[in-house]
């Protein structure tokens, strides 16, 4: 995957339930919602080993402090 600065991504948010459908998130920089599915599958066992258990990416809005 080639870098890129981090002020050309957006925060999403991927949440996904596992197999006693506790609902799971999972935060992640990407350029888009396919590229954090991406690392969800990349970075997350459970959701490499079960892909169509993600059920949402939402973006999400920069926190401000």
Do not use: W
């Amino acid at each position: 995957m080639p870098s890129r600065p981090i002020t050309s991504c957006k925060r999403y948010a991927v949440s996904y339930r596992d197999l006693a459908n506790n609902r799971h998130e999972l935060g992640f920089y990407a350029i888009d919602a396919f590229e954090a599915r991406q690392l969800a599958i990349e970075f997350n066992k459970f959701v490499r080993e079960h892909p169509n258990s993600i059920d949402r990416i939402s973006l999400r809005n920069k926190v401000i402090v």
